[in-house]
């Protein structure tokens, strides 16, 4: 739980500017502010069942476009890469031609 | 127009996967092989004013994606940072606190 928990943090990061408002609400207080489903239907006066299937549906969206537009892997894949770049910088002599490596994986990465 | 052309073509590029396959093969045809308007509508046996409405529909909604997840801008922005680092690494002793930066600078970009 705590792991799709951490994905749709990322995913709703990504992605919540294609979102509704109603559908941004929601996601936030449930995954960024941790509010219950009933303390959510509580605030917007609907059913926990209404809050629910919106979330859910969310969550679905989220995933469709992760899977269209890969923006999260591209995200990690890219950490990646940058954490290497820094390691080699953390050498005393780093090799330009693993530094010039890591670039044209970076820049593949586009 | 070549501006705008190329502007399209990237945008399509970004955001093809999120548009319905009618969608993708008019920008396609229209933006990629360089078909005009006459030769879509003669293809898909429909008429020139149906390909225009739906081609201008469709630059629309690429536009709305790019102002809400930025990908052409970033991608950009990344470019750019990128260029500097391959500049950095053809200096005979390339400093290593600007290297440092500029993996900075692509970090803050995600």
Request: hydrophobic share 35%; aromatic share 12%.
């Amino acid at each position: 739980m705590l792991e799709k928990t951490t994905r749709m943090n990322y995913l709703y990061d990504f992605y919540y500017s294609l979102l509704t408002p109603k559908q941004q609400s929601y996601m936030s207080l449930y995954y960024l502010d941790d509010y219950s489903l009933g303390e959510i239907a509580e605030e917007y006066d609907v059913s926990r069942q209404a809050v629910y299937d919106n979330i859910k549906r969310t969550e679905a969206m989220l995933e469709e476009y992760e899977e269209k537009l890969l923006l999260f892997q591209k995200f990690q894949e890219r950490s990646k890469l940058l954490r290497h770049v820094k390691e080699l910088l953390n050498e005393e002599h780093p090799s330009k031609q693993a530094m010039l490596e890591v670039v044209a994986e970076l820049e593949k990465l586009d």
